[in-house]
């Protein structure tokens, strides 16, 4: 959980350490060099810096022994950008991150983390400056959530995007100036979202990174929406569009193995020899004479047996 440290050495220590404060609290009218040197030591790490008043700093936990200034340290242990890729193939799941840009409201910051828990997705990136980070509001904001959802603290989300296109994952961003809506685009693969901060939407040059624009269909008359409910409406589309896709008929979506067949040697061809035509001589047919018409019978001879007297 978030702590609140006091004075200026430990926040001077804090800063320079590799878990640097998530913000600077000042009382109004505090001077000197101490002050100084956090202010340009906070200033060039992009941390943001509140001036507040006797009865805020009061609440804080301050007093005028506190040397009039504080600071904001997170304990919580963020991941790494590759953990949350690894949380995905664990389950066998395609990639589903969130990435969070100009983010400044802790508590849409809750909200958002308890959308993604309920929604399933593996991770949220976001900024290490000029965004906010875990607090005590953002924590009672996400009614528990935050402690199942893995969240990365980036330098540059330019460079995370670039990561995560390497890897394979498309990135969308959720933007109303987009000719698409959320239901046009294919949210089925590893699929990063990228969901804008209250004011100021995403930055420029992200949108310019996003594989894919696409805007949430509006019928009223407020053309926006808060940052923490357009979230969790692109969150759950892509849980739509996975559930329908898992009902499809196995044939569709089941991958075949090809079937491999092995080379066949090739066999010589015997040479193709012509059947033996074998001709018979056909004999001349003799032809029968036709018998001759019988000759009339001659009388038989009889042998003259007179003799002479």
Avoid at 44 to 68: C, H, M, W, Y
Avoid at 124 to 138: C, D, F, N, S
Avoid at 250 to 257: A, D, G, I, L, R
Wanted: with cysteine.
């Amino acid at each position: 959980m978030p702590k609140i440290i006091f004075g200026f050495n430990p926040i001077i220590e804090a800063l320079k350490s590799d878990r640097p404060p998530e913000k600077i609290f000042i009382l109004h009218g505090t001077h000197g060099a101490g002050v100084r040197d956090i202010l340009n030591l906070a200033t060039a790490q992009k941390i943001p810096i509140e001036q507040v008043g006797k009865l805020r700093f009061t609440q804080l936990g301050g007093d005028n022994r506190s040397q009039r200034i504080a600071a904001l340290i997170s304990e919580y242990d963020y991941s790494e950008l590759t953990t949350i890729l690894e949380i995905a193939k664990k389950k066998k799941q395609p990639a589903f991150i969130g990435l969070l840009s100009n983010l400044e409201d802790p508590r849409n910051f809750g909200a958002i983390i308890r959308s993604a828990e309920c929604a399933g997705v593996h991770g949220l990136v976001i900024p290490k400056h000029r965004a906010v980070g875990i607090t005590e509001t953002v924590a009672s904001s996400s009614a528990g959530a935050m402690s199942h959802v893995a969240i990365s603290k980036v330098t540059n989300l330019i460079t995370a995007m670039d990561e995560l296109k390497e890897a394979g994952v498309w990135i969308v961003g959720a933007d109303q100036s987009a000719d698409k809506t959320i239901y046009e685009i294919d949210l089925k693969g590893p699929i990063a979202v990228v969901v804008g901060g209250e004011n100021k939407g995403i930055r420029r040059l992200l949108k310019e990174r996003c594989d894919f624009i696409a805007r949430i269909p509006m019928k009223g008359k407020v053309n926006s929406l808060n940052a923490s409910v357009a979230a969790a409406i692109v969150f759950f589309e892509v849980v739509r569009q996975r559930e329908e896709a898992a009902k499809m008929p196995e044939k569709s979506t089941k991958t075949v193995k090809p079937v491999i067949i092995p080379p066949v040697t090739p066999v010589e061809a015997e040479p193709v020899v012509a059947p033996e035509v074998i001709v018979e001589e056909k004999k001349p047919v003799k032809r029968r004479k036709k018998k001759a018409e019988a000759a009339p019978e001659e009388p038989e001879k009889t042998e003259d047996k007179t003799t002479s007297d």
